[in-house]
Every structure is written in C-alpha cells, then in structure tokens.
C-alpha cells in the first residue's frame, strides 16, 4: 500500500459528495490531458500501463478489490461514484482485464500462493493480462469450447485455438478456460488455467478491426505445458470460476457513458453544420436526447438497487442491450446528419465519425451477445423456452 | 427489481387493490361506454371515501394532504384497471391548481373534490377575455377540448384580459359545449363562452402565479398519466405473457418461439425506461430542479409510446381474437389511444423535451 494513502481519511468514512470531489479534482490535476478523448481512444500496452501505475501510486487503483490485495475497498456506492466521474471527465477506455476480470477470481478462488503470485503485479500495472475465452467455434456458445488441457505428470498440455482475444499483443499472460475432460454437461469439464504468454508453443496472429485497430487476434497453443500449480481451484469447476465479479461489473457495460459522449459529438456535429433549426435534424436529434434520458434514469434505479441488493440478473442484460444499442443509434445519427461528408474514410464535420461508427458496432457483440441478452430477459418474462 | 416504495405507498396499493377489484372490472368499463360522461359520479364519490379524490387536498379542504409519490402510485394502479374514473383530471391536475389557489375561493370547490360530490377539471390554453363590469367581470371567447367533460362539472377556467392571467370557478353548464368522444369513452368538450357573468368569490388565482401554478399543474398531471400508461402497458404485456405461455400452436406453446420472445423482451424494455423516465422525473420536479421541465416532457413521450407499442403488441400476439370486441385487449388499447395523447404524444413531447433541455443548459 503506497504511502500516501494512509493520509488520506478513510475512503468509506468520507461522504459520497465528497468522494466525488475528491476524484473529481484527483482527475483535474492528474489524468494526461492528450487521452481526453473519449471514445475514439483506447489505452494500449505500455500507454495502460502507465495509467494503471498512476493510479496505483496516487492510490486510486482498484476500488472494488478489498484492501488487503491492493484495492480501495469501497462500497458499491463509492465505486459507481468512481466510475461515473470517470465517464464524466472524458476519459480513454482502457480494458485491465487483469484488475476487471482475473483479480475477483483468484481473490475468490486461488490459493494464497496464487494471490502472492499475481495480485500485487496487476495492481501495479506491471503485467497485462488478457482472456482466453472465445474460440472460433465457441463464440456465443462458450460452453462448447474445445480447447483442450491434458494432464501429463505435474503439467497441463494445451493444444487448440483461441480467437477474439483483445490486447494479446501487449499481454504477458493470459487466463483461459480448456477443456481437460468431456462430460454429459459440457460446462462440467471446462478448467480456469493461468498461462506466461512466452511459454513454447505459444503463438498468436494480429487481427485488424474495421475501426483500423489492431487490438485483438488469434492464438495458437501447440503442446503448451502449463504447471499444475497454474490451476485456478477444482479441475471441472472453471466455468463457475469464470463467473466471479466484482462489484458494479455486470452494472458498468449498461452505462450510458458512452452514449453520452456520442451524444457530444452529435450535437458538435449540428452545430457545425448548422442543423440547430432543421426540422428533420430536430426530430433525430430530440428523440436521441429522449433515449439518453431515459436510459440514465434506468440505470440510475438499477444502480441504486445493486447497492439495496434487489438487483436481478436480467435486469444487467435489460441495461446492456439499451445502452450499446442507444451507442449504436447515436453513432448512426451521427454519419446520418453529416449527410454528404459522411462516407469519409478518416474525418467528416471535424470528427472521427467513421472511427465513432465502427468503435460502436462490436458493442452489441461482446460482454454477451445482444441477442443472448434478449434471451436472458425473456426467461425472466415468460420463463424457459419448453424445448 | 428496481422499483421500491414506502409503507404508506403499499398501503394505498394494497386498498386500492381489494377496493378496484370490488368495485369494478371490465365489464363495468364496457357498460359506461357510450353513456355521458363515460364514468360514474356515484363511484367518484366512493373514491372519495377512499381519499383518492382528495389525496392532494390540504386538511383545511378534507383532503389527504399526501404527496405527488402517492398520487403517483394510486394512478398507476388505476390505469392498470382501466378505471375511467377523472383522477388525472380532477384530482391531481385540478386539485393542483386548487391547491396554488387563495385559499377562500378556492375552500367550496376543494371541499366538494375532496368530498367526492364535484368533479373539478382544468380549461385551460383558450382563448377566454375577461371584461370587469363593476365588481364581477364577464368572460367570453373559446376553449378547445376539456377532457373527461361532465356537464355538471365545475370548470377551472383560463382567462386573460386587462387584469391579466386569471383561474375562475366556473360551473360547466354556464359553457355553451360541444362534447365528443374519446376512445375510451370519456368525453372532450369544445367550450364558448358568451358573456357569463362571474363573481370576485369565483376568483381563484390572478397575476404571475397563474403561469406558475398551471406549468406545475400540468406537469404533475402528465407524470400520473405517465403512470397510469406504465400501469396499462405493464397489466397488458402480463396477460400476454399469460396468453403466450399457454396457447400451442405447432405443438409448442407460443411463448416458445424466439421472435416472439425477443418482440416482448423488447416492449418490457420500453415499459422499463418509461417507469424509470416519469419517477425520475417526479423527483426532480418535487425537488424544483432546472432539469424537471425536460424530464417531465420527456417520460410522458416515453410512457405514451411504450403503451401503444404494448397494447398494439398484445392484439398481435392474441391473434385475431385480440383484435374483437370481447376481448378486453381492446379496452387497454383504447385506453392507450386516449392516455398517450391526452397532454401530448410522443412526437410532440420528444421536441419539447430537447427545446427545454436546450433552454436549461444556458
């Protein structure tokens, strides 16, 4: 714990407002002013890194992990204060899958040589870390993956693929799901391993995105020996493992942050084109401003009742679908006002709408499916399909 | 779930609850369609009884005293029955105004709201001249469409003048009208007004406030009808749900199927941001911020279209049977027909909203 913490009051003793303040302010005088861009900027490598080192030393890393593994350990109502004013300064997107979707398993799930091993180093920002879920033929359908782990004497040996897997070109390790036995329920013979991205047989290819990115790519495990050690809790159990959150998590990818920040644009967009009175623009325009209202209206209720404890499940699906697709409407809006210039391939109006466009069509595609998510509310309505 | 409530709101749902089922059902709607007014004064004064026609009232009129929460609770409920009943109108809208009032002139007509024995309602945004004669005045010009008419009602009328903006007490058989209905049976009149003559103890509010207190009043009166369409659409995409579970077709049961399942998935959706939209909304106009006039705007559009888009879907998904007489689906589409317009639609509101929220980042 670095030392200037232990000036500061007490994280949970401080009120909200002037929590808010204090991060707000923290933001002011801190966050690199070239990555205020919202949206359009996503932290890589060396640049998240850094962010996370900074917020580390400051101490303002981590706030959902507890204390004693380096986290600010704050309620849930300091947390989504945390992430709201993140939204709010217009801050780059950064992914810390290790801090995000690995620290909340090992601090369930590992052993206490695990911990020692891997939380301080993902609370310094010293190692990145990224997912191996996805395979080509397990997308939507997890569950179904074949990526396989057999056990040889004191390893595991993986061979198979991975695909999807964001920000591998910048991640030391990796966390991954492997088969390691076939069972009547596929989800039954599905492990959790941790893997040093430089172990032999390890490869991977670039895969550029359409909003010209090269963030994710395809990996491929060749007779990788994993040590037994590197086995996160009962072999079979890594699908129940890979379920731990923490905190505001499932809550975060139905903000409206960035339909907020689209918003921006749009409305930078009409005035630079002078569409302020144009009737049809109006008609777009207020419907859009209706969508983000309404939508941060919900969140706020669904917010409010994950920290009463009455929050359902569903209702994360219900928030993820409204607000990647309002991302989606919005960026539409976008290229459908700057009529004319819009098919530009780099600028159009002065802004990145391209880029903004092809940043928001994977959101309905990641975090769930969007179409599994309507599958998820409709259970909760008119409960399981019968066949 | 994210909707919470406190004991008293419970209280009024859980008595409204046995009081609706006792007192009426959709039969009971569809015998007083095509009558005038298209509701019971005998039932307004059992709502009385309740407290429901007061619940804005303050105690010096008989009324409840409770707050814009608890009107809005009881609103939804009643839009969930389909109760025809003029709360909206009467006992939030008007009741509103009554409340800004001077408290003499406004004392008869609270009293007799509150008692259940008149049915107030607002005529308001005509174009009504009030010429002083002495110490009465004499108004004349035209109002279009007071809705939920009764011609024994008495009117809260708008006039303007040389003593500018004024609210009169004016019984609506003094209005030359010209009811016609609504679909769900109520009634909206067109009013003329030719020289009536009024008196200084039917003033009820004058100068500047009157601006004030109708911009509140109706602002109130759209988020219970934002209730009530929450109330109609939730009750209508229930019975659905029901209907789809249990009704086979190719040797499943409806609900079955994905694209169904994805349609409904989709109008809860919208049936969501509507009842986070209006009690959002409330909060900021019970709290007088800046932000509440584009709220409010904002979850009436909301609540209007997702009503529609859930009674529209209940016919479809009920088949051709939803779409007769007998079924009572028909009932809460009419319903939504006539809720979602009544103080503006969707298109008209979603404007507004961005107008005003334009107005407030300055």
């Known amino acids: 714990m670095p030392d200037n913490l232990s000036l500061k009051t007490e994280f949970s003793e401080m009120t909200d407002e002037a929590f808010r303040l204090q991060w707000r ?29 900074l917020l580390h030393d400051h101490g303002w890393r981590l706030p959902a992990w507890p204390r004693e593994h380096g986290g600010m350990g704050l309620p849930l109502s300091k947390q989504l204060i945390y992430h709201e004013e993140l939204d709010r300064f217009g801050t780059a997107r950064f992914l ?18 695990q911990k020692e091993r891997y939380l301080a180093e993902i609370a310094r920002g010293d190692v990145l870390w990224c997912q191996g879920y996805s395979e080509p033929n397990a997308g939507s359908d997890l569950a179904s993956l074949t990526c396989q782990a057999v056990r040889d004497g004191a390893h595991y040996v993986i061979n198979g693929s991975k695909i ?36 032999p047989g390890v490869s991977y290819r670039d895969i550029e995105n359409l909003a010209g990115d ?36 499932r809550l975060y990818s139905g903000s409206p942050g960035l339909s907020r920040h689209a918003m921006d644009t749009l409305e930078r967009v009409i005035a630079a084109l002078g569409l302020q009175n144009d009737p049809a623009t109006n008609v777009l325009h207020s419907t859009l401003w209706c969508d983000v209202n309404d939508l941060t209206a919900l969140y706020s209720k669904i917010a409010d009742a994950t920290i009463f404890g009455t929050a359902e499940g569903h209702e994360f699906s219900m928030l993820k679908i409204l607000a990647t697709e309002l991302f989606q409407r919005i960026a539409d809006a976008c290229i ?25 069509r994977p959101s309905s595609i990641y975090g769930g499916a969007n179409e599994i ?10 409960g399981k399909p019968t066949r | 779930m994210w909707r919470r409530e406190d004991d008293i709101q419970t209280m009024l749902r859980d008595s409204a609850g046995d009081f609706l089922t006792d007192k009426h059902s959709p039969d009971r709607l569809r015998a007083l369609r095509g009558t005038e007014p298209g509701y019971s004064l005998a039932l307004w004064s059992e709502m009385a009884e309740m407290g429901w026609t ?11 005293d409770l707050g814009l929460d608890e009107a809005l609770t009881l609103a939804e409920m009643l839009g969930a029955r389909l109760m025809p009943e003029p709360f909206v109108s009467s006992a939030v809208f008007a009741a509103s105004l009554l409340c800004d009032a001077a408290s003499q002139s406004a004392e008869e007509p609270g009293r007799k709201l509150a008692e259940g024995k008149a049915i107030v309602l607002p005529a308001l945004g005509g174009a009504v001249r009030a010429v002083p004669g002495g110490p009465s005045v004499s108004i004349s010009g035209t109002l279009a469409s007071v809705s939920d008419w009764h011609d024994e009602a008495l009117l809260i009328v708008e006039t303007d003048g040389e003593a500018g903006p004024q609210l009169w007490a004016v019984p609506a058989g003094q209005a030359g009208a010209n009811p016609r209905r609504m679909a769900d049976g109520t009634h909206a009149a067109d009013l003329t007004f030719d ?26 009166a759209r988020l219970a009808t934002s209730a009530m369409l929450e109330g109609i659409g939730r009750t209508v995409m229930d019975t659905t749900a029901e209907y789809v579970k249990q009704r086979k077709q190719f040797n499943q049961p409806l609900a079955d199927f994905q694209a169904l399942r994805h349609k409904m998935v989709d109008i809860h959706l919208q049936l969501e941001l509507a009842g986070a939209s209006w009690r959002a909304a409330a909060e900021a106009l019970e709290s007088d911020e800046p932000s509440a006039s584009s709220k409010v705007a904002a979850a009436k559009a909301r609540a209007s279209d997702a009503a529609l888009a859930a009674t529209k879907a209940a016919v479809q998904y009920h088949g051709a049977f939803g779409y007769t007489e007998e079924a009572d689906i028909g009932l809460y589409l009419n319903a939504a027909l006539r809720l979602s317009a009544y103080l503006g639609g969707g298109a008209h509101l979603r404007q507004q909203a961005l107008a005003a929220a334009k107005k407030e980042a300055v």
């Open chain 1, 336 to 360: 459908e006002i700057a009529g004319a210039e819009a098919g530009a391939w780099d600028e159009a109006a002065n802004e990145q709408l391209r880029r903004i466009f092809m940043i928001a």
């Open chain 1, 373 to 382: 998510q309507r599958d998820i509310v409709a259970r909760a309505l008119l």
């Open chain 2, 54 to 64: 007061g619940i804005l009232l303050p105690e010096q009129f008989g009324g409840a």
């Open chain 1, 96 to 113: 810390d899958s290790g801090g995000v979707l690995l620290g909340p398993v090992l601090i369930k799930y590992g052993t206490e040589a």
């Open chain 1, 164 to 199: 999807w897997t964001t920000m591998v070109q910048f991640s030391k390790r990796m966390f991954i799901l492997v088969r390691t036995s076939n069972e009547d329920r596929k989800q039954r013979g599905i492990s959790f391993l941790l893997l040093d991205m430089d172990t």
């Open chain 1, 214 to 249: 090269v963030e994710f790519g395809q990996v491929f495990f060749d007779n990788v020996r994993v040590p037994v050690e590197n086995l996160v809790h009962k072999e079979g159990e890594g699908w129940t493992v890979a379920k731990a959150l923490l905190g505001g998590e």
């Open chain 1, 25 to 53: 302010s923290w933001l002011e005088a801190h966050y690199p002013q070239e990555w205020r861009r919202p949206i359009v900027k996503r932290l890589h490598g060396p640049e998240e890194q850094r962010w996370l080192r």
């Open chain 2, 195 to 220: 020289g009536v003559v009024l008196g200084p103890e039917q003033l009820l509010l004058s100068g500047p406030a009157v601006a004030a207190s109708i911009s509140r009043a109706t602002a109130r």
